[in-house]
């Protein structure tokens, strides 16, 4: 069974740029959501896709935009990049968009805005 | 008010000791809750799951979940200083919405 799987690793941006991360679901898995975690800090939501329609969203602004795919595998974009937008960005999936339904993560995308 | 708050600790137990760790929540209609552990520099490992009032136990690991109080607690048996990390605790609010709400997370260190 495939895990949760993010690209890039790492990323160094400048303010005003665009980004995109990447992330593919484990195996089975049709619910993908997105999380920032910034240094010493839990992870806060973005948001979430399911059956690739945003299915909830945390409060972060319209700059930060998602795409989920019919493999379910699935995009977070940040427009406009501010420093404190640098941060780890975290993807987890789950088999259901149900509120019991356990959420796993990939090893993140280590965002920097310089 | 935060909506999950943990102790950030350091919480310092010796090698073999019982590691005991809370956390409450202030949306008092939360239904699910979750612990994962995070190594420094890596991702949210998923240890375990709770949903109904009382204790689960999965290896040295047990959940307790006191809904009444608005509390979970991770108890970690025998601990190893491989279970020296940080552990968050999550609540989801919601039975129809996988939203996850974080702790800022405790951090464990287990000293031999």
């Known amino acids: 069974e495939t895990g949760v799987t993010q690209s890039p690793t790492h990323l160094i941006k400048t303010r005003g740029q665009q980004v995109t991360l990447r992330c593919s679901s484990q195996?089975?898995?049709?619910?993908v959501s997105w999380y920032q975690q910034a240094l010493g800090q839990g992870p806060q939501f973005i948001f979430q896709?399911?059956?690739?329609?945003?299915?909830g969203r945390g409060n972060f602004p319209p700059r930060f935009s998602g795409l989920q795919f019919p493999n379910y595998s699935s995009e977070l974009n940040v427009n406009a990049l501010e420093l404190d937008d640098s941060a780890l960005y975290l993807c987890?999936?789950?088999?259901?968009?149900?509120?019991?339904?356990?959420?796993?993560f990939g090893p993140g995308t280590r965002l920097t805005v310089t | 008010q935060k909506e999950v708050e943990q102790n950030s600790g350091p919480l310092s137990v010796p090698e073999g000791a019982i590691a005991s760790l809370n956390c409450t929540y202030s949306?008092?209609?939360?239904?699910?809750f979750f612990w994962y552990r995070q190594y420094s520099g890596k991702s949210p490992e998923l240890i375990m799951s709770?949903?109904?009032?009382g204790d689960k136990e999965d290896g040295r690991f047990t959940a307790q979940l006191n809904k009444a109080s608005q509390y979970v607690s991770l108890l970690i048996r025998d601990s190893q200083p491989s279970d020296s990390a940080t552990y968050l605790c999550?609540?989801?609010?919601?039975?129809?919405?996988?939203?996850?709400?974080f702790g800022a997370g405790t951090r464990l260190a287990v000293h031999p």
């Open positions: 987890a999936s789950s088999s259901s968009s149900g509120g019991a339904s356990e959420q796993y």
């Open positions: 195996s089975g898995h049709n619910t």
């Open positions: 896709y399911y059956r690739e329609e945003e299915n």
């Open positions: 949306d008092r209609v939360s239904q699910s």
């Open positions: 709770i949903y109904s009032n």
């Open positions: 999550a609540v989801n609010p919601e039975w129809g919405y996988n939203k996850l709400i």
